[in-house]
């Protein structure tokens, strides 16, 4: 069974609006971590947001929020006010176990954003 | 901080050569690598897992004779390709925790892009 799934292959929003991108994850840890990672044309992986299992809040980065509801085992990345430059390839990931362990993270399939003008 | 350097950043090779590939962490001890392939428009899949003084741990479907791993210091992995064939073209990019930091969970090297004529 996928561990993280991303549903969206592609999604298009309008400049300056706010944008939804979805994922699923299945495990069975209490503890696990997940995140979020921009990956634009030139391949680097940056960090957007995390999320950890016992978090209460959902987490904030500025135009970035994560919409965590575990019963459903979803977190949703919403971007808003919608950016050319926000335009690239959107994972999610998880991380299973405590936080600081060094386990491996697993991604997504993806989802291809692009912000049109 | 916590910054890991990777290179080359591309490379194209001739079909039956090796290829090194070096991931660096310039500002903090990395115990464990995480090596990643990228194959265009698809996910991140994990290879393998290095450890400093020991031997990698390789995913299922990964040639371990083929794809060899090295983490002789704790600030050097590197992933060797030997006997590149035009399968082998695709994206490589590690990954290490950040100890530091665990929420905020892995740096990424720049990532290196291979391409076997």
């Known amino acids: 069974a996928q561990k993280i799934t991303q549903t969206q292959p592609g999604m298009f929003v309008q400049e300056k609006e706010a944008v939804t991108l979805d994922c699923t994850y299945d495990?069975?840890?209490?503890?696990?971590?997940l995140f979020w990672y921009k990956q634009p044309s030139s391949g680097e992986m940056i960090f957007l947001i995390y999320?950890?299992?016992?978090?209460?809040q959902n987490a904030t980065e500025g135009r970035y929020s994560l919409n965590f509801q575990k019963a459903r085992k979803s977190a949703n990345l919403v971007i808003s006010a919608s950016q050319l430059g926000d335009s690239a390839m959107y994972f999610c990931?998880?991380?299973?176990?405590?936080?600081?362990?060094?386990?491996?993270?697993?991604f997504g399939s993806g989802t291809q954003l692009t912000v049109l003008p | 901080g916590a910054v890991v350097s990777q290179h080359p950043s591309w490379v194209i090779c001739k079909s039956g050569t090796s290829v090194k590939i070096e991931c660096r962490s310039l500002?903090?001890?990395?115990?464990?690598m995480f090596w990643y392939r990228q194959f265009p428009k698809q996910s991140l899949m994990l290879m393998a897992t290095s450890n400093e003084g020991s031997k990698a741990t390789y995913e299922q479907g990964v040639e371990k004779d083929k794809f060899l791993i090295n983490h002789a210091s704790l600030t050097l992995s590197t992933l060797t390709v030997t006997s590149a064939h035009p399968e082998d073209s695709s994206f490589y990019i590690c990954s290490a925790p950040k100890r530091r930091n665990p929420n905020y969970g892995y740096t990424f090297g720049s990532g290196t892009r291979l391409t076997v004529v």
């Open positions: 990931a998880m991380r299973e176990g405590l936080s600081g362990s060094a386990r491996q993270l697993t």
């Open positions: 495990t069975s840890d209490q503890s696990y971590g």
């Open positions: 500002d903090f001890q990395a115990t464990t």
């Open positions: 999320q950890g299992s016992y978090d209460e």
